[in-house]
């Protein structure tokens, strides 16, 4: 019954809204073009998205950054939250911070789905490596009072296999992995110390990751106890191949993305004190397809008038290589369809 009545309130919201796709945004001249196109894509199992007349994945965007926007968005995707146990991923944030997705925006669609909201314990220390303190943490930041919450590793962690990987054969995600039936990866796109940028790509790796396999993404491969020292290159590419991992073992058509430009801080929610943002929210937008999804995202950063400082932070970490290499793999696409909702 919840989730009919959150589809009929979706309805009527997008009864409202102009849908006709509008031209993807970027800035001309730097090097994040607004329709590029990926490298032919070897096999991995991972289809491309939702594509939409043009062929392209659709990418569906709404301004307003509210309950009922992320309403429009979910419910323009077209794919409903199926099966008994519906994870929704998100970062509960490091202590300290204050970008993290508010659970006054996110509630309703997360109780409209049951979701149970999943995370997994950090690499760097901090209040959220431990089980016990980041269970914590999730209570005081206000999760709990919204939806259940599980820590996905607290009993240890499973492998994932990757294909075609450069540097893993396998991804390490929480145990509890296996419990869910289907994943709405809801990310706060932002900057990021060490990836320049963090969005569904993000989430889906470093997210689903237990401590063991943050490492060993952000070794490139190397290493299952410490993230520190490796090359910054394996790392962006390790990323995307976790998140195919994360993406092939669930199957892609138990996947759907959101990701809320807000707080665009240059830091994370990992950060327990992040930089203040210096550019104006700007939208929430949403897909089928995580490459066109966070290269949509990466486009209106460099369309933003006041995107200055995360354009100098994505670019100074080479960001963008994560979502080629996503792309290269066969993860999503990097041409999409930009559908504007209001």
Not at 6 to 17: A, D, K, N, R, T
Not at 191 to 203: E, I, R, S
């Amino acid at each position: 019954m919840k989730k009919t009545l959150f589809v009929l309130m979706v309805l009527v919201i997008l009864s409202g809204c102009n849908s006709n796709a509008a031209s993807n945004t970027g800035s001309s001249g730097n090097a994040v073009q607004s329709q590029g196109t990926a490298a032919a894509a070897p096999e991995s199992g991972v289809s491309a998205g939702n594509p939409g007349a043009s062929g392209k994945a659709v990418v569906y965007m709404t301004s307003d950054i509210s309950p009922a926007g992320l309403a429009a968005v979910y419910g323009a995707l077209g794919r409903e939250a199926a099966g008994n146990n519906v994870a929704v991923k998100l970062s509960t944030g490091e202590p300290g911070g204050k970008h993290f997705l508010s659970p006054d925006l996110i509630k309703d669609l997360v109780q409209s789905v049951d979701g149970t909201i999943v995370e997994a314990n950090t690499a760097y220390g901090g209040r959220r490596a431990a089980t016990a303190m980041h269970y914590q943490v999730a209570r005081d930041h206000g999760f709990t009072a919204i939806a259940p919450v599980v820590i996905l590793d607290e009993n240890g962690d499973i492998p994932l296999p990757v294909a075609n990987g450069k540097h893993l054969k396998e991804d390490l995600v929480g145990a509890h992995f296996n419990d869910y039936d289907f994943h709405m990866v809801l990310s706060h796109f932002k900057g990021h110390a060490m990836g320049g940028f963090g969005g569904a790509l993000k989430n889906l790796s470093i997210g689903y990751a237990s401590s063991r396999g943050k490492s060993l993404i952000h070794s490139g491969g190397k290493s299952l106890t410490s993230p520190w020292g490796g090359e910054q290159n394996d790392f962006l590419e390790s990323m995307a191949e976790a998140a195919q991992a994360v993406v092939n073992a669930g199957g892609p058509e138990n996947f759907v993305y959101i990701n809320v430009m807000n707080h665009l801080s240059v830091d994370c929610d990992c950060s327990s004190n992040p930089a203040a943002p210096t550019m104006a929210d700007i939208a929430i937008l949403a897909s089928l397809d995580p490459v066109a999804l966070d290269k949509a995202c990466v486009d209106l950063v460099y369309a933003a008038p006041d995107g200055k400082d995360l354009i100098e932070r994505i670019e100074s970490r080479n960001g963008i290589l994560t979502v080629t290499h996503a792309a290269a793999i066969g993860l999503g696409s990097m041409d999409y369809e930009l559908v504007r909702l209001d």
